[in-house]
């Protein structure tokens, strides 16, 4: 028979056992993280700074979903053209956010899209060119109403 | 699935060769995976995790996505109208998700 102190106890273990679980379940990337993603993306080239604009509001009131913008510098000819844009974050759950590809057809290397912002941070994009070589564009991003408040907001 | 869930705008009768740009969004929850019930318990991820773009069978736009992505995906990009023919949208994703929705297109 469980007496109601027993029971409290139980309780108690139970609450704060779920406290814990909930608290390591909202790990978030690391930079070193993100920079790994990159890595698998970009193998042993380097990424050189230019040639990307990535767009994001620099103010976000709601991370749940952000308007995100990608134009990389190009011609889009068969001989000269994006093969893909890849975006990444530092402090989401997951480095990875949305990898596009395209070609010469595309006409313009402009994308957009929708996000999810997890906290205040640097996102990144990174365009791979057709002659092999990658080009990189960051913004920092404030998010005044951090989305770690709510829970489960990523 | 209903292609009803699944809106596009793709302009109707652009001029030969003119750069256009589509818009293709999708209802979707994007359930990250990262979120927990009241009683703890994850709730399992269930995303899109591809799209593809095809002018007259032939991919021209492709796109991998991931939890960060917001619900209801919209995803802009542009192609050259080059012919006359259908514009094809395909979703796929967890769950045995797909949505197949396609587009006349006119080139004048």
């Known amino acids: 028979m469980t007496s109601r102190r027993n029971f409290l106890i139980a309780a108690g273990g139970l609450a704060g056992g779920m406290g814990l679980t909930s608290a390591s379940g909202r790990a978030h990337a690391t930079p070193e993280e993100m920079q790994e993603a990159v890595r698998k993306v970009i193998g042993t080239s380097r990424v050189r700074s230019g040639r990307v604009k990535l767009d994001l509001p620099p103010l976000i009131d709601n991370g749940n979903s952000v308007s995100l913008s990608v134009a990389v510098e190009s011609p889009m000819t068969p001989a000269d053209h994006v093969k893909a844009i890849h975006v990444f974050t530092e402090k989401n759950p997951l480095p990875n956010v949305v990898s596009v590809y395209l070609g010469p057809r595309a006409g313009r290397a402009n994308i957009a899209t929708r996000v999810r912002i997890a906290d205040t941070q640097t996102v990144t994009a990174i365009a791979e060119m ?5 080009w990189s564009g960051s913004m920092s991003v404030v998010v005044t109403l951090s989305a770690c408040l709510e829970d489960g907001l990523i | 699935m209903a292609s009803a869930s699944a809106v596009v705008n793709v302009p109707a009768n652009p001029k030969r060769g003119e750069i256009i740009e589509i818009k293709a969004l999708v209802r979707h929850a994007m359930e990250t995976g990262f979120r927990r019930t009241q009683l703890g318990a994850v709730i399992p991820r269930d995303i899109i995790r591809q799209f593809v773009c095809l002018y ?9 996505l991931h939890p960060a992505i917001a619900a209801n995906p919209l995803l802009t990009f542009t192609t050259v109208a080059s012919e006359s023919g259908t514009i094809e949208f395909r979703w796929t994703g967890d769950k045995g998700f797909s949505v197949i929705e396609s587009a006349r297109i006119t080139v004048v």
């Open chain 1, 130 to 134: 057709s002659d092999g070589t990658f």
């Open chain 2, 56 to 64: 007259n069978g032939v991919e021209v736009f492709r796109a991998e």
